[in-house]
């Protein structure tokens, strides 16, 4: 049986019907301005927008060749890669996940320093807001110059970390399946889905995707070995 959500506003209950986004930049926008949505409630991070389409170049100090719908930094200094797509879209689980990893592959290898604060100072420029007091906000007077060279890190080290977030009105069987794999195989690649729902009266509802939320157990500190026994745990859940 399905969910039923409800209003209260004084003594009347009015109850919520889902309704359709506009389009794919209506979910893109509420993702860029409200990044708590897809933090998972038992994760203490913020989050911070770089750039929405912000380029990606497939080459040292080449043109960019690629464009990821939001690159989020946390103020725990992981890179967070987040896609966007609406379920109508056939490419949601197929060519969005290629698409993500060749964001992050390339990022790891080209993206800099430099190249981030410079989106950054863009887009915050562009609403007439500091970035030197933005960062300092944002990490609560921590090191700046520490905390960039952290992001670079994360992307360019073996061990470094990284989150890749798919964002859908609704995460097909598909894409969940790679998601959970690719979580559960990866060390280092925190990867989840997040369904971001919108009703009636400006409401909306989250529900993640994440494989070790279903096992209830935290994500191991090293790669995980393929074995019989680690297969059918992975896949008889």
């Known amino acids: 049986?399905?969910?039923r959500f409800y209003s209260r506003i004084g003594n009347e209950i009015t109850e919520l019907s889902e309704e359709k986004y506009m389009d794919e930049s209506e979910l893109q926008e509420l993702?860029?301005?409200?990044?708590?949505?897809?933090?998972?409630k038992d994760e203490n991070y913020k989050l911070l927008l770089i750039s929405r389409e912000m380029g990606i170049p497939d080459q040292l100090q080449g043109g960019n060749r690629w464009s990821i719908d939001h690159f989020f930094v946390g103020d725990d200094g992981i890179p967070t890669f987040v896609e966007v797509k609406q379920s109508s879209d056939s490419r949601i689980y197929r060519e969005v996940v290629a698409q993500m990893l060749d964001y992050v592959s390339n990022s790891a290898k080209y993206l800099t320093e430099e190249m981030l604060i410079e989106n950054?100072?863009?887009r915050l420029e562009?609403?007439?807001i500091s970035p030197k007091i933005k960062m300092k906000d944002f990490l609560?007077?921590?090191d700046v110059q520490l905390f960039w060279k952290k992001i670079i890190e994360n992307l360019r080290d073996d061990s470094g970390e990284v989150r890749l977030v798919f964002v859908a009105d609704k995460i097909p069987p598909e894409l969940k399946t790679i998601i959970e794999f690719l979580e559960y195989r990866f060390y280092g690649i925190f990867v989840y889905g997040v369904e971001v729902?919108?009703?009636s009266e400006n409401h909306y509802s989250t529900r993640f995707t994440r494989f070790f939320d279903e096992l209830n157990s935290e994500k191991p500190s090293k790669s995980i070995r393929w074995n019989e026994n680690s297969f059918l745990r992975w896949s008889d859940r």
Do not use: F, R
């Open 1 to 3: 049986m399905g969910d």
């Open 120 to 122: 950054l100072s863009k």
């Open 140 to 142: 609560c007077n921590k």
């Open 126 to 128: 562009s609403k007439n």
């Open 31 to 40: 993702i860029a301005g409200k990044p708590e949505l897809i933090i998972p």
């Open 197 to 199: 729902k919108k009703y």
